[in-house]
């Protein structure tokens, strides 16, 4: 039996593995995909502290050598099923494990147009974090597609910093708050086109442009993406309570189920950033280890 079954092995499964590790646990951690999560997909990283400039690739070696290193078991496996209780039982697509604590720390995904090319470009041209990435694109052009707060928001974070930006959006008016609106329209460089979706993105190896559902073409440097993310919580829906928009909704990265922890961009919060993940690891590994102490 397992001290620890962590699923997902993104910055905050990893963390939770380290710290899990490191006080003597037992620990393995699930992962259906890659290591690294989310990041592994971002050409360069620059706001993770102690890591100057690095490729997310690289950085999700980096995670993926130090858990070993440290000696936290990591399995390619998908988790299909936590039945809880004193000993929590998880299924996955090769077997059945047993385990004291279970941490969920399966993350959320960034919601898609849906177009042909698309998964191919992220990183080439397709961006979704304005603070992540938008430094990348100074003095050039971009496009940020969607109509509600996060939207415009990076809008106004891109007018800051490029030569000119195309905020697009299919509804017929934007769905944010009015002062934010009010901003984004005072600015010179701003174009906000209404009423019309992305039909096609243009390049070959990466963004050179897009195709507007009236045929209008316009000429790009990147595209922010923002409408909405996806939390990956089916797994755990019928388990613990989910906030309205499926995040498991824990403001301390504990669950109403004894045992069962929370970590990362699966929960309801604020801001999805490494950081951010890295700290819920921490605290969700640290109420693990209180939680095994005083295991009976
Ligand atoms: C392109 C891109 C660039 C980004 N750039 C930056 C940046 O520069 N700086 C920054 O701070 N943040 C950045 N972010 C955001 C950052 O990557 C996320 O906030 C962070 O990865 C969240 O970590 P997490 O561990 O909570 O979740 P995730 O990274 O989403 O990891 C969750 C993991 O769980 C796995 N999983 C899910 N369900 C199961 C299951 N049933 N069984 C097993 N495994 C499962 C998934 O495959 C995934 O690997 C970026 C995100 C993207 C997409």
Do not use: W
């Amino acid at each position: 039996m397992y001290d620890v079954i962590i699923i997902g092995g993104g910055p905050a499964g990893i963390t939770a593995g380290i710290y899990c590790k490191r006080a003597n646990l037992k620990t393995i951690i699930f992962e259906k995909e890659a290591i690294g999560g989310q990041i592994a997909s971002s050409p360069l990283v620059e706001n993770f502290p102690g890591c100057k400039s690095i490729s997310g690739a690289q950085l999700a070696t980096n995670f993926l050598e130090q858990a070993e290193e440290l000696g936290v078991e990591i399995e390619i496996e998908e988790v299909l099923e936590i039945i809880p209780g004193k000993i929590n039982k998880v299924k996955t697509d090769f077997g059945e494990y047993e385990s004291k604590v279970v941490i969920i720390a399966t993350g959320s995904k960034y919601r898609l147009l849906g177009l042909p090319k698309e998964v191919d470009f992220i990183g080439k041209g397709i961006a979704f974090c304005t603070s992540c990435d938008g430094a990348f694109f100074k003095g050039k052009t971009v496009a940020v597609i969607g109509g509600g707060n996060s939207a415009v928001g990076n809008a106004l974070y891109m007018a800051n910093l490029c030569k000119k930006v195309y905020l697009i959006d299919i509804c017929d008016h934007l769905i944010c708050e009015k002062t934010l609106e009010a901003k984004l329209r005072s600015l010179d460089n701003v174009e906000i086109i209404q009423e019309t979706g992305v039909k096609e993105l243009l390049g070959d190896d990466e963004l050179k442009g897009i195709k507007l559902t009236n045929d209008r073409v316009i000429d790009l440097d990147g595209m922010f993406i923002s409408i909405g993310m996806v939390a990956q919580t089916d797994l755990v829906k019928d388990l613990v309570k989910l906030s309205p928009q499926k995040y498991i909704d824990s403001e301390d990265c504990t669950t109403e189920k004894n045992g069962i922890f929370v970590a990362g961009d699966c929960r309801t919060k604020n801001i999805r950033q490494l950081t951010t993940a890295v700290a819920d690891g921490t605290t969700a590994a640290i109420n693990a280890i209180k939680y095994i102490e005083n295991y009976k």
